[in-house]
């Protein structure tokens, strides 16, 4: 169930940002129809999934929470069918690329919601944050692959005769695993095992009440403030890569920054939650990401001026650009799932979809807020952005300060 869980989720994550890391190229292949659509630009297919999210993040925790979790993982799947055929073969035209992205984005939160309450419902609680970190893991591989992978199949540098060949292909591509994977979810996806070995039973409150209490708890405040920087930084980077790899005067649009702060993505939402369930401890390793992330993102906002003051060529800041985003995304996108499995344990009886949504709600905000303040009058505040990010790292490290840890043990007592 998980591998199912797992696959289907790389594939959405994938379609997020399949134009992200070559946002030049695609502004040229797609240049006279940006003239016909003055209203959609490349940034909007990323973006698109961020604005639904915010409109269908709690209706997809509602049905969640209120039906069954195997009813709104369908319906995503069933979505991410209908919105990657036509992405795939509508790849030649913007408008039908962006109609495609919108089944997507509306899919994603029927996936990405469903997390802890799918955990609770078959893993113990002391396998649950590796197992949201590894879902989580799922999310970052689907982002790498974008990253990486659509840089290698369509023809992004400027001095080819063939710049942008290869974008429609590249979306035909994507299209055969996101369709499998879903497929093989709806065959195959259980709700929960036929005999629990473990209790998973306890009362829970209805959606509307979940939320309440949730909102009455100081440390379910203070770990939302946590995921609007956060995932909000998180988003913008990941969005915008390109455009930072041109801050930082880089021709090639290889998405080699958003690829390698998910490869350390990948490495922390692994070896990080399995650390925090071994020792049975959530708020410490929070700490331990909130320490190690400011110096992460000062490294990312501050390359160039780092570089300036040493004197590097072009090629060494980009490396130093490289190895800040790396520590970013070890750090921060590994406390995603703890954050994840510290709200469920401390909001019971809130639903753990209702938590989860909650959370990504803020995160989602926050995201569409700094995108849209940065790529303002053509990416003018950009630069002032990534400063003020370091700012609010700081921020976040004062506020994992001040939260208690969760009651794991007397949840789970050994």
């Known amino acids: 169930m998980l591998a199912l869980f797992m696959f289907l989720t790389i594939t959405i994550e994938l379609q997020w940002l399949t134009h992200a890391p070559i946002a030049r190229v695609a502004e040229s292949f797609y240049s006279n129809q940006t003239q016909t659509y003055s209203w959609l630009g490349i940034d909007s297919i990323a973006l698109a999934y961020m604005i639904i999210y915010l409109i269908m993040c709690l209706p997809a925790s509602y049905i969640i929470d209120t039906y069954s979790v195997k009813t709104g993982l369908n319906l995503g799947a069933i979505l991410t ?16 690329v962006f109609i495609g992205q919108l089944f997507l984005a509306i899919a994603q939160p029927f996936i990405l919601n469903a997390v802890t309450a799918f955990s609770v419902r078959w893993f113990q609680l002391d396998e649950r944050a590796i197992v949201a970190g590894l879902l989580a893991l799922a999310q970052f591989i689907g982002i790498l692959f ?24 590249m979306l035909m591509i994507y299209m055969i695993p996101t369709v499998v994977a879903a497929i093989l979810f709806l065959l195959f996806f259980k709700e929960k095992p036929a005999d629990l070995p473990f209790d998973i039973q306890h009362e829970r409150l209805n959606f509307k009440q979940g939320i309440i209490h949730m909102l009455q708890l100081k440390d379910a405040i203070l770990v939302m403030i946590l995921f609007t ?97 790396f520590f970013i995304g070890m750090f921060i996108m590994s406390a995603g799932p703890i954050v ?36 303002i009058n053509n990416n003018e505040y950009l630069d002032g952005m990534m400063k003020i990010f370091v700012l609010l790292s700081v921020i976040a490290f004062v506020v994992v300060l001040f939260i208690k840890e969760s009651d794991i043990k007397k949840l789970n007592p050994k």
Not at 81 to 96: P, Q, R, Y
Not at 252 to 257: A, E, K, P, R
Not at 275 to 298: Q, T
């Open 81 to 96: 069918i209908v919105g990657t055929i036509i992405k795939g073969f509508g790849a030649h035209s913007l408008l039908w």
């Open 146 to 169: 974008a990253m990486l992978l659509t840089p290698m199949l369509v023809e992004s540098s400027p001095e080819s005769m063939n710049y942008g060949e290869g974008i429609d292909s």
């Open 229 to 325: 920087i956060g995932l909000g930084i998180f988003n913008a980077i990941s969005t915008l890569v390109d455009a930072i790899t041109a801050n930082l005067n880089i021709k090639d649009s290889d998405g080699l920054i958003g690829g390698i702060m998910l490869i350390g993505g990948i490495i922390g939402a692994v070896v990080i939650p399995f650390l925090s369930d071994h020792y049975r401890k959530r708020k410490l390793f929070l700490v331990i990401c909130m320490i190690a992330f400011i110096p992460s993102i000062f490294g990312l906002a501050f390359a160039a001026e780092i570089s300036d003051f040493f004197q590097l060529t072009i090629k060494n800041t980009y490396n130093l650009a490289l190895i800040s985003s």
């Open 340 to 375: 994840f499995q510290y709200t469920a344990e401390i909001t019971v009886p809130t639903p753990e979809s209702t938590s989860q949504g909650i959370l990504l709600l803020v995160g989602q905000v926050s995201g569409v807020v700094m995108i849209t303040i940065m790529t």
